[in-house]
């Protein structure tokens, strides 16, 4: 089966579990905001498993010594959809840092608000940014990790970074360690792209970087640290 048919189907595949997760799932979304934070994992797993089987892309997941539950920040690299779906499957209850646009896509949306998202308004300025703190403030009260991506959107593989202050502003207010993730996904499963090619799509959780740090010093830590590793793994391709 070529590239252009194995991706076709995955997406109709995709689309199809998405809506009848979103209908399965509906008496947990209906019970209670616990109840409907758990649906994430099986709707990324078979997700996943659509993606290994259909398109043969799999994972190699490095650095597993550095993944901790509870109130914590992981900044990840952000390539591809693939990277949205990889924390709801490691971690529990993960809060992802996210444009509230998203709350308005019907079914899953509805969920995302439901999970308790941080969701902000980008174009809001200082308001967005404090009510962004306030709700990760929340989220950790709850011994939730917060997923962040420090870029704001996706990126090519090897693209120069753009890392926005969202995520110093995080690591300044709530004097928790921050975990830099770095990975590959974007070779494998492109930003805004209909095929997808098979390979390992690999994932490295580096060292947690300390509270504390000076804004500045801690951007230059924590830049230093996702690229150097991301761009390493560029270089790494397995079949």
């Known amino acids: 089966?070529?590239?252009?048919?194995?991706?076709?189907?995955?997406?109709?595949?995709?689309?199809?579990?998405?809506?009848?997760?979103?209908?399965?799932?509906?008496p947990l979304f209906i019970a209670s905001v616990g109840a409907a934070q758990r649906v994430g994992a099986p709707w990324a797993n078979v997700t996943l498993?659509?993606?290994?089987?259909?398109?043969?892309?799999?994972?190699?997941?490095?650095?597993?010594?550095?993944?901790?539950?509870?109130?914590?920040i992981y900044a990840s690299k952000?390539?591809?959809?693939?990277?949205?779906?990889?924390?709801?499957?490691?971690?529990?209850?993960?809060?992802?840092?996210?444009?509230?646009?998203?709350?308005?896509?019907?079914f899953w949306g509805w969920y995302l608000w439901r999970m308790k998202m941080i969701a902000i308004n980008r174009s809001a300025g200082a308001s967005g940014m404090k009510d962004m703190i306030r709700q990760s403030k929340a989220a950790l009260s709850d011994a939730r990790p917060i997923i962040i991506y420090p870029e704001g959107t996706r990126t090519a593989p090897?693209?120069?970074?753009?890392?926005?202050?969202?995520?110093?502003?995080?690591?300044?207010?709530?004097?928790?360690?921050?975990?830099?993730?770095?990975?590959?996904?974007?070779v494998y499963w492109g930003k805004n792209a209909f095929t997808k090619h098979s390979g390992?799509?690999?994932?490295?959780?580096?060292?947690?970087?300390?509270?504390?740090?000076?804004?500045?010093?801690?951007?230059?830590?924590?830049?230093?640290?996702?690229?150097t590793a991301s761009q390493r793994l560029l270089d790494v391709q397995i079949l």
């Open 1 to 26: 089966m070529t590239i252009f048919l194995r991706s076709l189907l995955f997406n109709l595949c995709f689309f199809a579990w998405s809506l009848l997760s979103a209908l399965l799932f509906a």
């Open 49 to 72: 498993l659509l993606a290994r089987l259909i398109c043969g892309i799999r994972h190699d997941l490095r650095g597993r010594e550095h993944i901790v539950d509870g109130p914590i």
């Open 78 to 106: 952000h390539q591809s959809a693939w990277d949205t779906l990889i924390f709801l499957t490691l971690l529990q209850s993960p809060a992802y840092i996210l444009k509230r646009e998203l709350l308005h896509i019907p």
């Open 158 to 186: 090897g693209a120069p970074p753009h890392y926005h202050p969202g995520v110093a502003a995080l690591y300044s207010q709530l004097g928790v360690p921050v975990i830099p993730v770095a990975l590959n996904s974007g």
């Open 200 to 227: 390992t799509i690999i994932i490295e959780f580096l060292p947690p970087i300390p509270p504390g740090l000076s804004k500045t010093e801690f951007m230059a830590r924590l830049q230093d640290a996702i690229e």
